[in-house]
C-alpha cells in the first residue's frame, strides 16, 4: 500500500479502512464454503486441496455451482497478480525515477500508469514460470527477506537525515517504537536468509 499511498484520497483513513473490510470478506468468503464442507463431508479427509469445486458439485444442483467456483478462483488469483503487479511496478517506477535503476523504467502511459515497469515484470514472470516451483518459493522469500531488511533499515535512517520532514502518520511508542518496529522484520529477514539455501541467497543478493 505504500507504494499506492500518493494516488489514494485520505490514505490514512482509507488504507486501515480498506485493509479491515479486505479481512473481513476474506474470512466470510471461506467461511461459507468450510461450514458447508463440515456439514456435507462426514469424513475431514476428504475435504483436500481443490475440493472447492468438487463441494459445489456434490451438493446435488448441478455443476452450475462448481463452475461459478471455479471461476472465482479464477478471478480471485487474477485480482491478486494485477494488484501485486501494480503495487511492484510503481515501486519500480518510483526508484527510476530517483536514478536508481535505468530511467526507461519510470515511462508512463496517458494514464499514469507505470507501463514500462509492469511490462517489465510481466516479462520476467513471464520467464520465472518456466522454474521449478519450489525454487521460486524460496527465491521469492529471500527476496522478501532482503526487502524487509532494506526497508525497515531506512526507517532509523530518514529519522536521522531528515528528521524535520513533515510525516501524516505517528509510529506509537515515539523513537523506542519506531526502533521496537523496525528491529523486528529486520530480524526475521535475517533469521530467514540464515536459513535459506546459500546458493538461492547468493542468486538472491546479486
Same mark, same amino acid.
Request: aromatic fraction near 8%; proline fraction near 5%; glycine fraction near 12%.
Given at each position: $500500500?505504500?507504494?499506492?499511498?500518493?494516488?489514494?484520497?485520505?490514505? $490514512?483513513?482509507? !488504507?486501515?479502512?480498506?485493509?479491515?473490510?479486505?479481512?473481513?470478506?476474506?474470512?466470510? *468468503?471461506?467461511?461459507?464454503?468450510? =461450514? #458447508?464442507?463440515?456439514?456435507?463431508? $462426514?469424513?475431514?479427509?476428504? !475435504?483436500?486441496?481443490?475440493?472447492?469445486?468438487?463441494?459445489?458439485?456434490?451438493?446435488?444442483?448441478?455443476?452450475?455451482?462448481?463452475?461459478? @467456483?471455479? =471461476?472465482?478462483? #479464477?478471478? *480471485? &488469483?487474477?485480482?491478486?497478480? !494485477? *494488484?501485486?503487479?501494480?503495487?511492484?511496478? /510503481?515501486?519500480?517506477?518510483?526508484? /527510476?525515477?530517483?536514478? %536508481?535503476?535505468?530511467?526507461?523504467?519510470?515511462?508512463?502511459?496517458?494514464?499514469?500508469?507505470?507501463? $514500462? /515497469?509492469?511490462?517489465?515484470?510481466? =516479462?520476467?514472470?513471464?520467464?520465472?514460470?518456466?522454474?521449478?516451483?519450489?525454487?521460486? #518459493?524460496?527465491?521469492?522469500?529471500?527476496?522478501?527477506?532482503?526487502?524487509? !531488511?532494506? @526497508? &525497515?533499515?531506512? #526507517?532509523?535512517?530518514?529519522?536521522?537525515?531528515? %528528521?524535520? %520532514?513533515?510525516r501524516p502518520y505517528e509510529v506509537?511508542?515515539?523513537?523506542?517504537?519506531?526502533?521496537?518496529?523496525? %528491529?523486528?522484520?529486520?530480524?526475521?529477514?535475517?533469521?530467514?536468509?540464515?536459513?535459506?539455501?546459500?546458493?538461492?541467497?547468493?542468486?538472491?543478493?546479486a
Amino acid at each position: $500500500a505504500g507504494f499506492v499511498a500518493n494516488q489514494v484520497r485520505d490514505p $490514512a483513513r482509507s !488504507i486501515p479502512r480498506g485493509l479491515v473490510i479486505t479481512v473481513v470478506l476474506m474470512l466470510l *468468503s471461506y467461511l461459507g464454503p468450510v =461450514l #458447508v464442507a463440515i456439514a456435507t463431508y $462426514a469424513d475431514s479427509a476428504d !475435504i483436500t486441496d481443490g475440493w472447492f469445486p468438487r463441494l459445489g458439485n456434490g451438493l446435488g444442483y448441478g455443476t452450475w455451482l462448481g463452475t461459478i @467456483l471455479v =471461476l472465482g478462483g #479464477v478471478g *480471485s &488469483m487474477v485480482g491478486t497478480y !494485477i *494488484s501485486f503487479l501494480f503495487t511492484s511496478a /510503481a515501486g519500480l517506477q518510483a526508484m /527510476a525515477q530517483q536514478g %536508481a535503476v535505468p530511467r526507461v523504467l519510470g515511462a508512463k502511459c496517458n494514464t499514469r500508469a507505470p507501463a $514500462a /515497469a509492469g511490462i517489465f515484470f510481466t =516479462l520476467a514472470v513471464a520467464v520465472l514460470v518456466m522454474f521449478d516451483f519450489e525454487v521460486l #518459493v524460496q527465491l521469492a522469500a529471500i527476496l522478501t527477506a532482503w526487502h524487509q !531488511i532494506l @526497508l &525497515m533499515t531506512l #526507517v532509523p535512517r530518514l529519522r536521522v537525515v531528515d %528528521a524535520a %520532514a513533515t510525516r501524516p502518520y505517528e509510529v506509537p511508542g515515539g523513537v523506542i517504537g519506531m526502533y521496537v518496529l523496525a %528491529a523486528s522484520p529486520i530480524a526475521v529477514g535475517a533469521g530467514m536468509l540464515v536459513l535459506a539455501d546459500p546458493l538461492l541467497v547468493a542468486i538472491g543478493t546479486a
